[in-house]
């Protein structure tokens, strides 16, 4: 598996982790579904929380928060939507990210971003 994949899995692991000890129940990580894919999916206070996970061993080039554009939002909404769909689910939802960064001790910086972004209208 290529580095930056092994860094992802890592990095949603640790994020479901965090959500956890936050009150979460973590639904899925890493859900897929044809070309749909939600990182982690889960819920809290009658809310179902779609949550993008970006980790990134430096932010020499970018912060991982600022990886995800208009258009992985668009895909992401989209992935909830078949999501929501396939389990028939009747929730809010929100959209966070969590943007996690190496802190190079085998740990991460995490930053929590609720309601990153929100659905909007085609």
């Avoid at 890592?10 to 890493?30: F, I, M, S």
Wanted: net charge negative.
């Amino acid at each position: 598996m290529a580095q930056h994949n092994e860094t992802g899995k890592k990095g949603e692991q640790y994020a479901a982790e965090y959500l956890v000890k936050k009150g979460y129940v973590v639904r899925d990580v890493n859900w897929r579904s044809g070309h749909y894919e939600l990182d982690i999916v889960a819920y809290k206070d009658n809310m179902l929380v779609v949550v993008e996970v970006k980790t990134r061993s430096s932010a020499e080039f970018m912060r991982p928060e600022e990886a995800v554009t208009p258009k992985k939002c668009r895909r992401i909404i989209d992935a909830a939507d078949a999501y929501i769909h396939h389990y028939d689910l009747d929730f809010d939802v929100r959209f966070d990210v969590i943007a996690l960064l190496s802190d190079h001790s085998g740990g991460y910086e995490i930053e929590h971003i609720p309601d990153a972004f929100y659905p909007t209208l085609r």
